[in-house]
């Protein structure tokens, strides 16, 4: 199961899309009974590239819904494990990369929308770091541990 950036506890203070599945109750806010802590949080940390690295940019436009992303370079990407870019502030998940584009995207990931991009915008990655941090004190329905 992937992380998630919300937990119970937060449901009466934080805005929700309607899509979500997470039920939004201001009542939840002043009832400390029914607060929940996690147990473990992970920090993720993205470092940009240095300002001298060279960047790939978009060579065509791309629409919120395009899955495959031509770009002019792909020589700064890696090409085994995970890689994620970002466009403007939207990030991308890529599933492989083929000559020069980037495909089997998975776009609008990390909290993020998918939205239209021009031709010409940089496609930055950087170096990641993950963390899992264990809570003393957490507090789950049963009370705090």
Do not use: K
């Not at 819904?65 to 020589?75: F, G, L, Q, Y």
């Not at 031709?119 to 899992?132: C, D, I, K, P, W």
Request: with cysteine; proline share 3%; aromatic share 6%.
């Amino acid at each position: 199961m992937a992380p998630l950036d919300r937990w119970d506890s937060t449901r009466g203070i934080l805005e929700f899309d309607d899509a979500e599945e997470f039920a939004w109750d201001s009542g939840s806010r002043d009832d400390h009974e029914d607060d929940v802590f996690p147990d473990t949080v992970e920090i993720q940390l993205v470092l940009n590239p240095a300002r001298s690295r060279a960047l790939a940019r978009i060579v065509d436009d791309i629409g919120e819904s395009d899955d495959s992303i031509r770009v002019d370079n792909v020589a700064e990407y890696a090409r085994d494990g995970e890689l994620f870019v970002r466009i403007d502030s939207e990030w991308i998940q890529v599933g492989g990369i083929s000559g020069n584009r980037l495909i089997d995207c998975v776009r609008g990931v990390r909290g993020t929308r998918a939205q239209e991009h021009l031709r010409g915008t940089s496609v930055v990655t950087g170096t990641e770091f993950r963390r899992t941090v264990r809570i003393p004190g957490y507090r789950d329905s049963r009370g705090p541990r």
